[in-house]
């Protein structure tokens, strides 16, 4: 598939993909949705090891493309936005969450409503300093979506969550740092630098990462007994794993590890 709203490349073992609207803040239309989806089953089959989730141009997402028109009609050509999200946001989300790989998200400039989501449903997020966060829901008389009410009062507390979306400020990438929402805040300049090194640690890592990266997903709703059993389940699997006998076998030789994802 040749992509327009996204661009996609693998740089060693880290698959690299943007948000191509630049002229837009890369503010997503079902055409982007629909090319993300395609992108992230392509990633999924290939042999990429992390996923490192960024925007092109000045800023990572500012949040679904209201005026996603059909050239020549004066109808907007986006389903009502309950529909949108059903086909064809929750079908991605759901893609990206059910990942076998970590992901990391570099966030340039702002990253609003949907864009914020996406941000923080990443593993590991790296932020610019001058980057923001912002639920812009309410300043159009809308609600959180891209599961954003889901994440948030788990990551930053319920009143903070509140906060946020009744609100609707602007979160400074400090201050979303300091509230456990994101990992790192580095200079505009270091952005990508230090988000791939951090992909790459993540992609030259064992295969059990995938199997931590389910574990904590399912953690949010689990019970403790379901989460043991998880664990026990999972434990099952990585020690099965050549990744596995490398590790020890490294640890015995007191060398680094050389992990092969296998």
């Not at 946020?164 to 740092?177: G, R």
């Not at 030259?204 to 990462?209: D, E, I, Q, V, Y």
């Not at 989460?227 to 999972?234: A, C, D, I, P």
């Given at each position: 598939?040749?992509?327009?709203?996204?661009?996609?490349?693998?740089?060693?073992?880290?698959?690299?993909?943007?948000?191509?609207?630049?002229?837009?803040?890369?503010?997503?239309?079902?055409?982007?949705?629909?090319?993300?989806?395609?992108?992230?089953?392509?990633?999924?089959?290939?042999?990429?090891?992390?996923?490192?989730?960024?925007?092109?141009?000045?800023?990572?997402?500012?949040?679904?493309?209201?005026?996603?028109?059909?050239?020549?009609?004066?109808?907007m050509?986006?389903?009502?936005?309950?529909?949108?999200?059903?086909?064809?946001?929750?079908?991605?989300?759901?893609?990206?969450?059910?990942?076998?790989?970590?992901?990391?998200?570099?966030?340039?400039?702002?990253?609003?409503?949907?864009?914020?989501?996406?941000?923080?449903m990443?593993?590991?997020?790296?932020?610019?300093?001058?980057?923001?966060?912002?639920?812009?829901?309410?300043?159009?008389?809308?609600?959180?979506?891209?599961?954003?009410?889901?994440?948030?009062?788990?990551?930053?507390?319920?009143?903070?969550?509140?906060?946020?979306?009744?609100?609707?400020?602007?979160?400074?990438?400090?201050?979303?740092?300091?509230?456990?929402?994101?990992?790192?805040?580095?200079?505009?300049?270091?952005?990508?630098?230090?988000?791939?090194?951090?992909?790459?640690?993540?992609a030259?890592?064992?295969?059990?990462?995938g199997?931590?990266?389910?574990?904590?997903?399912?953690?949010?709703?689990?019970?403790?007994?379901e989460?043991?059993?998880?664990?026990?389940?999972?434990q099952?699997?990585?020690?099965?794993?050549?990744?596995?006998?490398?590790?020890?076998?490294?640890?015995?030789?007191?060398?680094?590890?050389?992990?092969?994802?296998?």
């Open positions: 598939m040749e992509y327009k709203n996204v661009i996609l490349q693998q740089v060693g073992k880290v698959a690299v993909l943007k948000l191509n609207a630049p002229e837009a803040l890369n503010a997503m239309t079902l055409n982007m949705v629909a090319e993300l989806s395609h992108a992230v089953s392509a990633i999924q089959h290939g042999d990429a090891r992390c996923l490192l989730l960024t925007g092109e141009g000045r800023g990572f997402c500012a949040g679904a493309n209201i005026r996603d028109f059909d050239p020549g009609s004066s109808a050509t986006m389903p009502p936005s309950g529909s949108a999200l059903e086909m064809h946001f929750h079908p991605l989300i759901n893609k990206i969450r059910n990942m076998e790989i970590p992901m990391v998200s570099a966030v340039n400039g702002l990253a609003v409503g949907v864009g914020m989501s996406f941000a923080i990443a593993d590991m997020v790296v932020a610019a300093r001058s980057a923001y966060f912002l639920q812009a829901f309410a300043r159009i008389g809308l609600v959180p979506d891209g599961g954003s009410s889901y994440y948030l009062p788990r990551i930053i507390g319920w009143k903070r969550a509140q906060e946020l979306s009744m609100l609707a400020e602007k979160l400074p990438a400090e201050t979303a740092q300091e509230w456990g929402l994101i990992n790192r805040v580095v200079d505009d300049n270091l952005l990508m630098d230090e988000a791939m090194a951090l992909a790459e640690r993540l030259n890592g064992p295969r059990s990462l199997m931590i990266r389910r574990l904590y997903w399912e953690s949010l709703n689990n019970s403790f007994e989460q043991l059993q998880l664990e026990s389940e999972m099952s699997k990585a020690s099965a794993t050549s990744d596995n006998r490398e590790g020890i076998q490294a640890f015995l030789e007191k060398r680094d590890a050389k992990f092969t994802g296998q």
